[in-house]
């Protein structure tokens, strides 16, 4: 609390006061209710039926996704003011890697972040005050590593942080193919800290593609939508956990979390360094000589 209301009493001393525009003041009046409640229905769909898997209510579910999400392409093609703004993504297919890798790294932090201590305390026994000391380094070296990939992205551009990121993101995830039920604090700490880097660099770097990838006028929509893809990711971890530890926390459904997380770690380093962060063009008009 004392924090977020330090946030906006710095946020109302020194930010820029946004522009009149012919919309505000317009509020609810001004927003594509239908274009949110339908994807809003997409998605909550989709994960109650990955969650449903199994039984028959998953395929009632799942078969109303393409249906909800038809809907949603014709509502925000005809809307002029979409919510999701098919058109002006298929322009930005920059934006739309940027979109979906943030997705994807958000899906395997979340999946740590939440399945590590599930093992931790299901099959190694932790208390959960341990548990959560024992992953401090995957946030706690995020932190410390976020100045540091500034540092990087403002010298070298997006590229090199998010191939270093994806890196240790691989490895991290690859290593946690050797947990056990015997593996040595030491070694788990060591881990925890290796997925710590990209938490740093990864975030850091998305966000600095973001706005070279997002047109000056569009950047508070591109930022909302960036945020969007954060929650699909942790719900698409959260699906993977259920469905691999159903019940209960196992070894064999952690190494099998490590698979496809380190799959989506490899496919990350390919997507940053094919990724070209084009800088927004801005077009001047000028006036005709009469």
Same mark, same amino acid.
């Given at each position: 609390?004392?924090?977020?209301?330090?946030?906006?009493?710095?946020?109302?001393?020194?930010?820029?006061?946004?522009?009149?525009?012919? +919309? #505000? $003041?317009?509020?609810?009046?001004? %927003?594509?209710?239908? /274009? *949110? !409640?339908?994807?809003?229905?997409?998605? &909550?769909?989709?994960?109650?039926?990955?969650?449903?898997?199994?039984s028959p209510a998953a395929w009632y579910l799942l078969g109303t996704v393409p249906?909800?999400?038809?809907?949603?392409?014709?509502?925000?093609?005809?809307?002029?003011?979409?919510?999701?703004?098919?058109?002006?993504?298929?322009?930005?297919?920059?934006?739309?890697?940027?979109?979906?890798?943030?997705?994807?790294?958000?899906?395997?932090?979340?999946?740590?972040?939440?399945?590590?201590?599930?093992?931790?305390?299901?099959?190694?026994?932790?208390?959960?005050? +341990? #548990? $959560?000391?024992?992953?401090?380094? %995957?946030?706690?070296? /995020? *932190? !410390?590593?976020?100045?540091?990939?500034? &540092?990087?992205?403002?010298?070298?551009?997006?590229?090199?942080?998010?191939?270093?990121?994806?890196?240790?993101?691989?490895?991290?995830?690859?290593?946690?193919?050797?947990?056990?039920?015997?593996?040595?604090?030491?070694?788990?700490?060591?881990?925890?800290?290796?997925?710590?880097?990209?938490?740093?660099?990864?975030?850091?770097?998305?966000?600095?593609?973001?706005?070279?990838?997002?047109?000056?006028?569009?950047?508070?929509?591109?930022?909302?939508?960036?945020?969007?893809?954060?929650?699909?990711?942790?719900?698409?971890?959260?699906?993977?956990?259920?469905?691999?530890?159903?019940?209960? /926390?196992?070894?064999?459904?952690?190494q099998a979390i490590a698979v496809v997380l380190t799959v989506v770690s490899v496919?990350?380093?390919?997507?940053?360094?094919?990724?070209?962060?084009?800088?927004?063009?801005?077009?001047?008009?000028?006036?005709?000589?009469?």
């Amino acid at each position: 609390m004392p924090f977020t209301v330090l946030g906006i009493v710095l946020g109302l001393r020194w930010l820029p006061s946004p522009p009149p525009s012919d +919309t #505000a $003041g317009a509020g609810l009046a001004g %927003l594509d209710l239908p /274009g *949110v !409640l339908l994807f809003a229905g997409t998605l &909550t769909s989709l994960l109650a039926g990955l969650l449903s898997i199994g039984s028959p209510a998953a395929w009632y579910l799942l078969g109303t996704v393409p249906v909800l999400a038809a809907l949603l392409v014709v509502r925000e093609l005809n809307c002029n003011t979409p919510f999701f703004d098919l058109r002006f993504l298929a322009a930005n297919p920059v934006l739309i890697a940027v979109f979906v890798q943030f997705a994807a790294t958000t899906f395997v932090f979340y999946s740590l972040f939440f399945g590590l201590p599930i093992w931790l305390e299901e099959v190694r026994g932790f208390d959960a005050r +341990t #548990a $959560g000391l024992l992953i401090l380094p %995957l946030t706690g070296l /995020g *932190v !410390l590593m976020t100045p540091l990939a500034a &540092t990087l992205v403002s010298r070298k551009g997006t590229r090199p942080a998010l191939v270093i990121g994806s890196a240790f993101m691989v490895a991290g995830s690859a290593l946690l193919l050797t947990f056990g039920p015997a593996t040595p604090v030491l070694v788990l700490i060591a881990v925890g800290v290796v997925l710590g880097v990209p938490n740093g660099f990864n975030n850091m770097g998305l966000q600095a593609a973001l706005y070279e990838a997002a047109p000056p006028e569009r950047t508070s929509w591109a930022g909302g939508q960036f945020q969007t893809f954060r929650y699909i990711g942790a719900i698409l971890s959260s699906t993977l956990l259920a469905a691999v530890f159903k019940q209960r /926390g196992s070894t064999e459904g952690l190494q099998a979390i490590a698979v496809v997380l380190t799959v989506v770690s490899v496919a990350l380093i390919v997507a940053s360094v094919a990724m070209r962060a084009a800088r927004t063009k801005r077009a001047v008009s000028l006036p005709q000589a009469p």
